[in-house]
């Protein structure tokens, strides 16, 4: 493991235990969910009930938990502990913790066979009486706030299309890199770690595009507005960082 990821890693043990007590983290993500159901109309029309869902980096399972009524499964990926044991303990609270549709695992993805991910989305299968065999592939892929901490993107996506199914989508969103001031999204103290300062639109369109996805589409779906701290002879203050959507499909 890198010690970047270690970094990671040890900074959202900590944070996991006070993630969702933030407003603007619950906020940010109502957003993005709004979003997947404007990019993803299957999330729409009510067709995505029979979809296999991955999300990259799921955290606490803020994302996750809004999805699961709407598809079949969830498979969570997070490279933090504290993290997937807050996931965990959501998990263990539902009305039914016997038959959820969801699971979360601490998994650093590198490919789409990893028994990891398979034996996860074959826990699922299992659960809800499938007789289904391996490999699972997924219909989307979703990942909030994450893309900005994953060393190589070009690996990433080609590890994502091998992990859809053939029509299958993936809709990303991360803050935008849109010039010097998207440094100021991490505070001094939370950097290190941090593999870049945002996506950059032209950039992941040309990337989606490299990798084979169709249809893609990479767009600006809000701003939020954060703190940023006093540096480089700027004050402290209110910024509001762009998010993007990236959406492609496997043909
Ligand atoms: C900014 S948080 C966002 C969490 C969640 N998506 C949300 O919006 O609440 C980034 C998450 O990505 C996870 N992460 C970092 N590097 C990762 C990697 N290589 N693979 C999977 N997850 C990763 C972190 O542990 C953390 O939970």
């Known amino acids: 493991m890198s010690s970047s990821q270690e970094i990671n890693n040890a900074r959202f043990n900590e944070e996991a235990l006070i993630w969702d007590a933030n407003k603007k983290h619950v906020d940010v993500v109502e957003t993005a969910f709004e979003a997947l159901q404007r990019y993803v109309p299957a999330l729409k029309d009510g067709t995505s009930k029979k979809y296999d869902v991955l999300e990259l980096g799921c955290g606490t399972g803020l994302l996750s938990f809004k999805l699961a009524p709407h598809v079949r499964s969830i498979v969570g990926i997070d490279t933090a502990d504290g993290m997937i044991n807050a996931f965990n303990a959501k998990l263990a609270s539902l009305p039914d913790p016997s038959k959820p549709n969801l699971c979360a695992i601490n998994h650093l993805l590198?490919?789409?066979?990893?028994?990891?991910?398979?034996?996860?989305?074959?826990?699922?299968?299992?659960?809800?009486?499938?007789?289904?065999?391996p490999p699972y592939r997924f219909?989307?892929?979703?990942?909030?706030l994450t893309l900005h901490h994953i060393p190589s993107l070009p690996e990433l996506f080609a590890t994502l299309q091998d992990c859809l199914k053939h029509g299958g989508t993936i809709a990303l969103s991360d803050f935008e890199d849109f010039g010097p001031e998207a440094k100021r999204f991490h505070p001094l103290k939370k950097?290190?770690?941090?593999?870049?300062?945002?996506?950059?639109?032209?950039?992941?369109?040309?990337?989606?595009?490299?990798?084979g996805f169709n249809?893609?589409?990479?767009?600006?779906l809000c701003a939020i507005t954060k703190w940023a701290e006093a540096e480089d002879g700027k004050v402290a203050?209110?910024?509001?960082?762009p998010m993007l959507m990236c959406v492609g499909v496997k043909s």
Do not use: C, M, W
């Open 139 to 144: 219909d989307l892929i979703v990942s909030h």
């Open 191 to 211: 950097r290190p770690g941090v593999e870049r300062h945002g996506i950059q639109k032209e950039n992941i369109e040309e990337l989606l595009l490299g990798t």
């Open 110 to 133: 590198t490919s789409a066979d990893s028994p990891a991910l398979q034996g996860a989305a074959a826990a699922l299968a299992t659960q809800r009486g499938e007789t289904s065999s």
């Open 237 to 241: 203050e209110d910024l509001e960082f």
């Open 215 to 220: 249809e893609v589409r990479v767009e600006r």
